[in-house]
């Protein structure tokens, strides 16, 4: 029996690369969920994409990428859970299980809209606050080395990032409250 995806690669293709796309964002927040930081997602991200296209022909409609998606994500997280539980503390594979489950019932329309909001309050911070925000997740979290840049302590640093943080999280709520 010939799969929907076999009929022609370009489409095939085409169709993969669409959807993925489309689900990203849910699939990097599922994978979040799971792993301890976002170098994590990433690596664990492009190995699920790779499985993902190669089992693409598997999957019986596009109204399922998502799900089918998670699985495989997943895995991959249990994967890295594995080779981390050698080098450094791990979650177990329970837990794994758990916050997987939870995850999975986020709808994926909640991760949309919360991205959306933080984009919009990123814009109502000035530039230096915008950047001190995104800081840790630009840079690995050296805040130490932004405060030498900046010839403040760490300590202040970090006092002024929660302070900021804690109003980002408040706009991110109002713009989340229906009107």
């Known amino acids: 029996m010939e799969s929907k995806h076999s009929k022609d690669s370009s489409d095939s293709e085409a169709d993969f690369v669409r959807l993925l796309l489309r689900h990203e964002n ?19 991200l492009q190995d699920a994409s790779i499985v993902m296209w190669q089992k693409f022909e598997q999957l019986e409609t596009g109204s399922g990428f998502l799900p089918w998606g ?3 994500v997943r ?7 594995e080779r981390s539980r050698r ?7 329970e837990l794994l299980d758990l916050l997987a489950a939870e995850a ?3 709808d994926e329309r909640v991760h949309d809209d919360r991205r959306r909001a933080l984009e919009s309050c990123l ?10 925000l995104l800081a840790p997740y630009l840079h690995h979290g050296r805040i ?3 405060a030498e840049l900046q010839k403040v ?3 202040a640093l970090y006092n002024k990032l929660g302070r900021l943080r804690e109003k980002l999280r408040g706009c991110i709520n109002d713009k989340l409250v229906p009107a």
């Not at 699939?27 to 690596?43: K, Q």
């Not at 895995?75 to 859970?81: I, L």
């Not at 080098?87 to 594979?93: C, G, L, Q, T, Y």
């Open 104 to 106: 999975e019932q986020i």
């Open 75 to 81: 895995f991959h997280c249990y994967r890295y859970h």
């Open 26 to 44: 849910a699939l990097r927040a599922f994978a979040r969920s799971l792993l301890p930081h976002w170098d994590a997602v990433d690596e664990v």
């Open 123 to 132: 814009q109502e911070f000035a530039a230096p606050q915008r950047e001190l």
């Open 87 to 93: 080098k450094e503390a791990a979650f177990s594979r």
């Open 153 to 155: 302590s760490a300590n």
């Open 144 to 146: 130490s080395e932004l």
């Open 70 to 72: 998670k699985v495989i």
